[in-house]
């Protein structure tokens, strides 16, 4: 067969599987939260870009997050600012509700990203330590996936990612909180997607290796030389690669639920 003829043929089987080369957002809302920095600004940059409306949550990063809402605006991308502090229950239904009575009156994406560290061993581990990582990165998923859902299920559609983490996974040490908590997520959106799948609902976790961001700047270059040792390979993730997968799995994955998506260079199979 001719070259002319492979390409025909493509065309034609494009064509017929009605396959677009690419997909919009435009006319979804999504909720980032924990935007103002590291993978959430990434991923809110990306679904923007998509056509999607898109609110950037943030809960101390104001300046950052500031600086994200006028570059997404100066690209003619729009956007909204919603402060709030999603490991509270109450301003993370506050932070849905201002989405919701936003002038799109939607939620269609939700992404829970929020999350933070506080590293000590565990004989040494206080109760607040715990605490502050669980209700950040755990507890803000339940609250705000649960004040997001009435929406969705009313129209009949929602895209719900969580991040959760290698470490998640495999563990490490001195993060025995922010495993449990990652960990945690993976099975809670496990349950959620059988809950929700009736109704036109996905729900997914991407599970990040070590990623540049300013969190994991703090680690110092020893233990990070260590780390990036056990990669196959051989680097650290950049957000754009999470959030990549983010914005595949809210416009392409229209058949994908309940799965997590390790982005993690090789160093957990």
Not at 34 to 48: D, E, Y
Request: net charge neutral; glycine share 8%.
């Amino acid at each position: 067969m001719s070259t002319a003829s492979v390409v025909d043929h493509v065309n034609i089987a494009v064509d017929q599987l009605n396959i677009p080369t690419t997909k919009s957002l435009k006319g979804k809302v999504a909720l980032v939260t924990g935007a103002g920095r590291g993978i959430g600004r990434a991923i809110a940059i990306a679904l923007a870009s998509q056509g999607a409306t898109v609110a950037i949550n943030y809960r101390t990063s104001g300046e950052s997050a500031a600086s994200l809402h006028d570059a997404l605006q100066e690209a003619d991308l729009d956007c909204l600012l919603v402060q709030g502090d999603v490991s509270d229950q109450e301003d993370a239904r506050r932070v849905v509700k201002n989405v919701l009575d936003s002038p799109r009156k939607r939620l269609d994406i939700l992404i829970n990203n929020a999350g933070v560290t506080r590293d000590k061993s565990m004989v040494k581990m206080v109760s607040d330590e715990w605490d502050h990582v669980i209700n950040t990165n755990l507890n803000s998923n339940f609250y705000c996936t649960s004040a997001a859902l009435p929406a969705m299920i009313e129209q009949k559609f929602g895209r719900i990612v969580s991040i959760s983490s290698v470490v998640g996974q495999a563990g490490a040490f001195g993060q025995a909180n922010y495993a449990a908590s990652k960990g945690a997520i993976i099975a809670f959106t496990k349950s959620l997607a059988l809950e929700v799948a009736k109704h036109n609902i996905t729900a997914n976790t991407i599970a990040p290796g070590y990623t540049e961001t300013d969190m994991f700047a703090g680690v110092s270059s020893e233990i990070r030389e260590k780390i990036r040792g056990r990669i196959p390979l051989g680097r650290f993730a950049q957000p754009e690669e999470i959030a990549a997968a983010v914005s595949f799995l809210v416009t392409y994955g229209d058949y994908i639920t309940g799965q997590q998506i390790n982005i993690n260079g090789g160093c957990y199979m």
